[in-house]
């Protein structure tokens, strides 16, 4: 890729594209082309891209496996793999989070944590062992915050405006508190190059 070119990023699954936020300011920007997929917005899927082989550089679902069925999720994969030329970045709620996501729905209801809990959340070993298969190296980042915060955040976050007061403190004040199992996995997959 020369210099003048542009970075292509697919955002699967990116609703409002503001993934294209985090990436840096007005010279980076210019440097970057940011593509959404996601049903809710571009009418999208990532279970069939509209895309040629390998035509990103850089494909990212953050917050998107565990909302596939578990018996789509191959499928899934094996598409996001099709267009990624380089990297691919999955984030998702760890599985060692499965009682904090059912209290969680217990108590609001949550459309998107109703999936969490309907099909299970992802098994970091078994994403691994997929996206090996399809050729890539990869590399887990497992997020340590706090599960106690996250479920009264959450939970407080539905409620009154005292209680969304009560969570924004938590968040501030113990967010960086580490729990004993992640709260998120993010696996870094890079394409093998022969």
């Given at each position: 890729?020369?210099?003048?070119?542009?970075?292509?990023?697919?955002?699967?699954?990116?609703?409002?594209?503001?993934?294209?936020?985090?990436?840096?300011?007005?010279?980076?920007?210019?440097?970057?082309?940011?593509?959404?997929?996601?049903?809710?917005?571009?009418?999208?899927?990532?279970?069939?891209?509209?895309?040629?082989?390998?035509?990103?550089?850089?494909?990212?679902a953050v917050d998107v496996l565990e909302?596939?069925?578990?018996?789509?999720?191959?499928?899934?994969?094996?598409?996001?793999?099709?267009?990624?030329?380089?990297?691919?970045?999955?984030?998702?709620?760890?599985?060692?989070?499965?009682?904090?996501?059912?209290?969680?729905?217990?108590?609001?209801?949550?459309?998107?944590?109703?999936?969490?809990?309907?099909?299970?959340?992802?098994?970091?070993?078994?994403?691994?062992?997929?996206?090996?298969?399809?050729?890539?190296?990869?590399?887990?980042?497992?997020?340590?915050?706090?599960?106690?915060?996250?479920?009264?955040?959450?939970?407080?976050?539905?409620?009154?405006?005292?209680?969304?007061?009560?969570?924004?403190?938590?968040?501030?004040?113990?967010?960086?508190?580490?729990?004993?199992?992640?709260?998120?996995?993010?696996?870094?997959?890079?394409?093998?190059?022969?």
């Open positions: 890729m020369n210099s003048a070119e542009r970075i292509k990023i697919l955002d699967v699954g990116g609703f409002d594209g503001a993934l294209a936020l985090f990436l840096g300011g007005p010279e980076e920007q210019e440097k970057i082309q940011v593509e959404v997929v996601d049903t809710a917005t571009t009418g999208g899927t990532g279970m069939r891209i509209d895309l040629e082989d390998q035509t990103c550089a850089i494909v990212v909302h596939v069925p578990p018996e789509q999720r191959a499928e899934f994969l094996t598409e996001l793999s099709r267009v990624t030329r380089e990297f691919l970045i999955l984030n998702f709620p760890s599985s060692g989070t499965k009682e904090a996501q059912k209290l969680v729905l217990d108590l609001t209801g949550n459309q998107f944590v109703k999936e969490h809990v309907e099909y299970g959340l992802p098994d970091y070993q078994e994403v691994v062992k997929e996206m090996q298969a399809r050729g890539f190296s990869t590399d887990l980042v497992a997020h340590y915050g706090n599960a106690a915060v996250w479920v009264s955040q959450f939970v407080l976050a539905h409620t009154s405006e005292q209680a969304k007061a009560t969570a924004s403190f938590l968040v501030r004040q113990h967010a960086d508190e580490k729990s004993a199992v992640p709260l998120y996995d993010l696996i870094r997959c890079q394409r093998f190059i022969p």
